[in-house]
């Protein structure tokens, strides 16, 4: 009898994604027995794969590019001869892929659901609003119809379960917090002069780069330096970011996901981090991945006010809330100083040790 396999499988995320690698795969490899394959974008780090944990990269593809558009079906040749007991997938345009394996050999599938794509495409100005609509009902025609096949649905935010109609009360939230910092966060007791802000994670206009950028201008300091740091897919955005050159501003910027390690670097060796994003009805309700990571790590956060994330800021964290559009300067300034005087105070309600038991129960039930 073939060995049973567990799948986990992304179409634009690299095979060591955060969520995929470092908190599915592990979480679950700490106490199933069965070998867990991971299958996803090439990765920029190099990792061996173990008895427990497999890794299938596959080539290089743009987001927009023809392989893309073939990858489900490389996707499922691969399922084919791994023939996996369950399957965890992120992308719907895997959803008819495993409905087929499904059929033919029994797999289930776990769908984890990161965003809300029908409400990212129609509110987000990343298409033409034609061809965004026709994008955006074309998804959640695939969601719907592959519904009833699904065994169970993973929401990596609270307010899906009122925005998805097809869920049907089998699902579970498993919010994106962070992982455990692997160092004791840098004690910031101000003792060198510059006041280092952080500004991590996607780089695109709506989770605010511009306006992270644009704060700093305005507050017009020497003193203050901004690291930026993550992925920026839009080619356009990423060229037009390489070309400022301001002495404060320091850039750590790809057009694919870097290692998750240079992430968690940056975090450690900075002292305010900035969460301004444009809020729209795509991700008025969803709470940035970089708030639990700052959190975790007893980053003070500038963020904007009134936003959903900040009554766990002023709960589990310190920051500062902001009119990013017009920004209290002398405040700002002030509390900079302030935040350089005190030791760092991680939130443990930040870490993903919380979600992982939420995770375990539902693949033992799924396994059984």
């Known amino acids: 009898m073939p060995k049973e396999k567990i799948a986990i499988i992304s179409l634009l995320k690299p095979v060591d994604d955060i969520r995929s690698y470092h908190k599915l795969a592990k979480s679950i490899a700490k106490s199933c027995p069965l070998p867990i394959h991971l299958i996803g974008y090439p990765s920029k780090a190099q990792h061996s794969s173990s008895d427990t944990i497999i890794f299938h990269p596959s080539k290089n593809y743009s987001r927009l590019s023809l392989p893309r558009f073939i990858q489900p079906w490389v996707v499922f040749k691969k399922l084919l001869k791994l ?24 797999t289930k599938t776990v769908y984890d659901i990161q965003e809300n794509y029908y409400r990212n495409l129609w509110h987000q100005q ?19 119809a592959s519904a009833p096949f699904i ?34 966060p840098i004690i910031r007791e101000g003792k060198t002069k510059e006041t280092r802000l952080l500004f991590s994670g996607t780089i695109s206009e709506n989770t605010g780069v511009k306006t992270a950028i644009e704060l700093v201008k305005i507050l017009n300091q020497p003193h203050l330096h901004l690291e930026v740091i993550g992925h920026c897919s839009n080619r356009t955005l990423y060229e037009e970011l390489l070309q400022i050159d301001h002495q404060w501003l320091s850039l750590n910027i790809s057009l694919t996901p870097l290692p ?22 795509s991700n008025v309700h969803c709470m940035p991945t970089k708030v639990y990571e700052y959190a975790a790590n007893g980053l003070a956060m500038l963020y904007e006010t009134g936003s959903y994330w900040s009554p766990f800021i002023q709960a589990e964290g310190k ?47 799924l396994l059984n």
């Open 260 to 281: 998750y390690r240079e992430i968690q670097a940056a975090i450690s060796r900075a002292d305010v981090g900035v969460v301004s994003y444009r809020t729209n009805p």
């Open 319 to 365: 920051g500062l809330a902001l009119d990013f559009n017009k920004p209290e300067r002398e405040m700002t300034l002030a509390f900079l100083t302030e935040v350089k005087q005190q030791p760092a105070t991680p939130s443990a309600q930040a870490l993903w040790v919380f979600e992982e038991s939420k995770l375990m129960n539902v693949i033992k039930q």
């Open 126 to 144: 990343i298409y033409p609003p034609v061809v965004k609509h026709l994008f955006a009902w074309g998804i959640r025609l695939i969601e719907t």
């Open 83 to 106: 023939r996996p007991k369950l399957v965890i997938i992120n992308s719907p345009e895997l959803l008819p892929v495993t409905i087929v394996c499904q059929i033919i050999f029994g």
């Open 151 to 184: 065994s169970h649905f993973i929401l990596a935010e609270k307010c899906y379960a009122n925005e998805l109609p097809f869920l049907r009360n089998r699902y579970t939230v498993l919010e994106n917090k962070a992982l455990k910092p692997d160092t004791t």
